[in-house]
């Protein structure tokens, strides 16, 4: 915490003025504060050079303030000793009453001030971070909305199944990380032999991505790739499969049969749905591992009816509406 000129002058007039005894100076006004009882003693201890008495209470102050300087509570004590002085009620501890008024209405103005000022700069600080979130929902809109026309006209083109599908993955490359999402571009492991197309991060957990953008349905036999790279990752891992015409009725059937359920299925109307800003992409993601995990549904369609789900742990009810409608 700064320090103000203001508030350090308070402060030496406090230490100097409230009370006329030494004992009762840093009994209940620097003890009080914080000021460290060491720094008191040793420097109560000194002389002065000249007349080779013990240092009065006005010699003492700028050096107790002195010495606390570099120390990190610094600050923080200084105000506390001003605030002291504010609220001081023991004027029959004080060599003068009049002054120690002085004082205390001078504390009161200053903190009057340091408050307002830091009134000031809160707001300023919540107004400099209102602009920055609404810059950043800005440009994540914007991105959004390219990668719809990307999406769109992608769903015009007639390349072929590989190459729609290398666009689809950094499409959803692209849209996790406008969410701030972590994600990963496609990498090889296991000294080369095995290609993952990509992966992202979230909750703590790592999801394996594989896309496809083909005429026909994904059928089972497509899925087995990806569950065998799930098997063989950590113990944290789990895949997104994005088919953007569906699959076969089997697929979800032959997956919730799987005792290692770990794979959530996104049609390409979710993907649309969530790229025009019907829904929001954690929400939905969030959603659907839970709808895995509690229900050992795979799939769960961006348009599915409001679920309610209560949850009772560690004293909270979870029970708030995501902007899918589905309660979390």
Excluded at 63 to 80: F, K
Excluded at 119 to 131: H, V
Excluded at 139 to 161: P, T, V, Y
């Amino acid at each position: 915490m700064s320090v103000g000129i203001d508030e350090k002058r308070v402060a030496i007039e406090a230490i100097a003025t409230l009370a006329h005894l030494k004992s009762n100076m840093a009994k209940f006004v620097l003890f009080p504060a914080g000021v460290p009882r060491e720094i008191y003693k040793t420097l109560s201890r000194q002389r002065d050079d000249l007349s080779g008495r013990t240092l009065t209470k006005r010699q003492l102050a700028p050096l107790i303030l002195a010495n606390m300087e570099t120390s990190p509570d610094y600050g923080d004590i200084v105000r506390n000793i001003v605030k002291v002085a504010a609220s001081w009620e023991k004027f029959e501890l004080s060599h003068d009453e009049y002054e120690a008024r002085a004082v205390k209405a001078k504390a009161q103005d200053v903190l009057k001030g340091v408050q307002q000022f830091e009134a000031e700069q809160t707001e300023r600080r919540e107004a400099e971070k209102r602009e920055k979130e609404r810059e950043r929902d800005l440009a994540k809109s914007r991105e959004i909305g390219l990668l719809l026309e990307m999406f769109d006209s992608l769903a015009l083109q007639d390349d072929n199944a590989q190459t729609r599908g290398y666009h689809l993955e950094d499409l959803l490359n692209r849209l996790f990380a406008a969410f701030e999402i972590p994600v990963y571009e496609s990498f090889t492991r296991n000294d080369g032999a095995e290609q993952i197309d990509g992966a992202f991060q979230m909750e703590g957990w790592y999801y394996l991505t594989e896309c496809r953008w083909r005429r026909h349905h994904s059928d089972t036999s497509e899925l087995d790739s990806l569950l065998g790279k799930i098997s063989r990752s950590g113990r944290q891992a789990m895949g997104l499969f994005l088919s953007i015409n569906g699959w076969s009725l089997n697929v979800p059937n032959i997956l919730k049969q799987n005792p290692n359920k770990a794979i959530i299925l996104m049609h390409g109307y979710d993907l649309r749905a969530i790229l025009s800003e019907k829904i929001e992409l954690r929400d939905y993601m969030l959603s659907a591992v839970r709808n895995l995990n509690l229900k050992a549904e795979p799939y769960l369609a961006a348009s599915s009816p409001s679920e309610k789900l209560r949850c009772y742990g560690a004293g909270v009810m979870m029970g708030e509406t995501s902007s899918m409608g589905i309660r979390r």
